[in-house]
């Protein structure tokens, strides 16, 4: 299937062209409809697009302005240039410019048209024809999921698991295709450096070819909802393809897509087995195009097999400490958990997970309550946390050591009373594990540290919760055009994520999201009716990677578009 989109600021043309184009079903195209020359650069930058159908003669940027953007970054898109003027020197100009399939005028014959289509289509073909697997993911280039899935994701990892029903209902409103109900399979990645060479903005479009790469490759398999965090890592969520069944007795050994989705009998378990026994050696695939491809090396961890929404946040850090382990010196990694690597038994130190993200999760309400000024609630979860066996190493109790103590000590840091404490106790002590003889001598010095900090609250209990709202508002405004994840302002205060969202619903009354969202919006408004930048430009600089992405939350938050928003202040101003 082939790529279509209909240029043309006049929709009456673009709309008699998108249903001839729709009755003519043997040429198997994708359409899509754009009224500005900026809209259908937002839709090259998001899809593939074959072949571009546009006038020349458009308000703003016209025509010839698009085919040039086309030739310098998509030189592989044709254009058929469809106007009312028959003007030889623009044919003239269109045809030096290069990509251009054809020259036509409006008042032609719709077989011409097709022809002209046609003809331009097995062009395409005939370019394409000798290209492998790995070429064509090259070329499509996609910008990544949204901030708002981001979140989600990162929720998820840090524990705030919704219920089935309402996990589902979050996954179709930010259009993720994943089961909620179904077990899901982790990946994660990470680029292991960069040439010298590569540009600090060639990295983010590199970025997205890798992202894009690893998702073709996987697309033939699965289903997978891919994020990309910290620049240069990777998160692949991966289900198997929603299809009644596969039929696996058919697969083509020389074709990697070649099995069809056609037996009913295969369920979900044996889809399942084929997934994961299959995985490993797509994502190799990938990391050789990207090495081919973008001359970029990347590390790959994968989990042994699928889990549950409820482990994602164990299994994400665990994969993250063994691709991580692997990263003095070495690259092109691809490690599968349940092996040895670098000396450590995975499975053996898997098992160590679940204890330490159980205590993460602990940590995170312990601090809530010392957040809220809850010392009894405070107190018993303390004692829990505290009470150790036999059964832990020494790594193990280092470990719940300077986790307790890095908990006590931020807060104590935030509220402004850490040197107040100083005068009171030999607040050193809570760094040096080997300054005490027993656990219990640990346990007790804790909880008196504990007990000053409820103590130093009695005065005035909301100051040190304004100061943490206050900071995240001021950071928020001043960075709007940057990613504002839950997990990376939760960091910028030391808290959980868990926590400030939390924290923050309750002091404002708002969610942290919506007061991101009012905050970009706000600022667009300022933008759209004080400057003469372009949407996509304005849309960038409050945050968003993409027009139609800012377009659609505007006008969920204001009712009107960009575009009508500006053009109705311009129109009262003239008043």
Same mark, same amino acid.
């Given at each position: ?27 198997? %195209? ?18 593939? +697009? ?48 290069? $990509? ?6 409006? #008042? ?21 024809? &000798?290209?492998?697997?790995?070429? /064509? ?16 994701? &990162? ?28 077990? *899901? ?19 983010? %479009?590199?970025?997205?070819? +890798?992202?894009? +790469? ?18 240069? /890592? ?61 001359? *970029? ?54 098992? #160590?997970?679940? $204890? ?28 829990? +946390? ?69 103590d130093s609250r009695q005065d005035s209990p909301e100051v040190p919760t304004q100061r943490t709202i206050h900071f995240i508002q001021q950071y928020i405004q001043t960075h709007l055009e940057q990613e504002l994840t839950l997990t990376k302002l939760s960091a910028l ?42 949407? #996509?430009?304005?849309a960038a600089a409050v945050g968003y990677e993409a027009a139609p992405q800012f377009t659609r939350s505007f006008k969920k938050w204001l009712n009107v578009t960009p575009q009508e928003y500006r053009d109705t202040y311009s129109n009262l101003k003239l008043e």
């Open positions: 299937m082939y790529r279509l989109l209909l240029v043309d600021d006049e929709p009456v043309i673009v709309n008699s062209m998108y249903q001839l184009f729709r009755e003519a079903v043997h040429l198997e %195209l994708e359409m899509y409809k754009a009224y500005t020359v900026e809209e259908a650069l937002d839709y090259l930058h998001q899809h593939r +697009i074959d072949l571009v159908l546009s006038d020349i003669r458009m308000p703003g940027m016209n025509g010839m302005d698009l085919q040039k953007q086309i030739v310098s970054k998509w030189p592989r898109c044709k254009v058929i240039f469809l106007t009312g003027y028959d003007d030889f020197e623009y044919a003239k100009q269109a045809i030096r410019n290069g $990509g251009v399939a054809d020259y036509l005028l409006k #008042h032609e014959d719709d077989d011409i048209i097709l022809q002209s289509v046609e003809k331009a289509l097995a062009d395409i073909a005939k370019h394409t024809q &000798f290209e492998d697997y790995e070429l /064509r993911t090259k070329t499509k280039l996609q910008l990544t999921v949204s901030a708002a899935q981001k979140n989600l994701l &990162f929720e998820l990892i840090n524990g705030m698991i919704p219920s089935p029903d309402a996990l589902a209902g979050k996954f179709a409103q930010l259009e993720m295709p994943l089961q909620a109900d179904k077990p *899901v399979y982790l990946l994660i990645g990470r680029v292991d450096g960069w040439s010298g060479s590569i540009k600090e903005a060639d990295r983010t %479009l590199l970025a997205f070819a +890798i992202q894009n +790469i690893v998702d073709e490759y996987l697309s033939s398999e699965a289903v997978c909802v891919s994020v990309i965090y910290e620049a240069c /890592r990777f998160i692949w969520l991966i289900q198997p393809a929603n299809n009644s069944g596969m039929n696996l007795q058919n697969e083509s050994q020389s074709d990697p897509q070649s099995y069809t989705h056609s037996d009913p009998q295969i369920g979900p378990e044996e889809q399942w087995n084929h997934l994961v026994s299959r995985i490993h050696g797509r994502v190799e695939d990938a990391q050789i195009s990207c090495k081919k491809l973008l001359k *970029v090396p990347v590390s790959f961890a994968l989990s042994r097999e699928r889990g549950d929404w409820s482990g994602l946040g164990t299994q994400f850090y665990y994969l993250r400490t063994l691709l991580g382990r692997g990263f003095d010196g070495e690259q092109e990694l691809l490690i599968q958990e349940g092996h040895v690597f670098n000396g450590l038994d995975m499975e053996k130190n898997r098992r #160590h997970f679940s $204890g330490s993200q159980q205590l993460r999760k602990q940590l995170g309400v312990l601090e809530e309550y010392l957040e809220s000024g809850q010392r009894q609630a405070f107190m018993a979860l303390y004692e829990d +946390i505290m009470d150790i066996d036999a059964s832990y190493s020494h790594t193990h109790l280092l470990e719940l050591f300077y986790s307790v103590s890095l908990c006590l000590l931020s807060y104590s840091n935030r509220t402004g009373v850490f040197h107040t404490l100083s005068a009171k106790m030999n607040v050193g002590k809570m760094t040096q594990f080997d300054a005490y003889d027993t656990w219990e001598e640990i346990a007790t010095f804790f909880r008196e540290f504990a007990g000053l900090l409820f205060v030391h808290h959980s994520p868990t926590y400030l969202s939390r924290l923050y619903k309750r002091v404002t009354g708002v969610t942290l999201f919506d007061y991101i969202t009012e905050c970009r919006m706000v600022k667009a408004r300022e933008m759209l009716t004080g400057t003469v930048m372009k949407i #996509h430009e304005i």
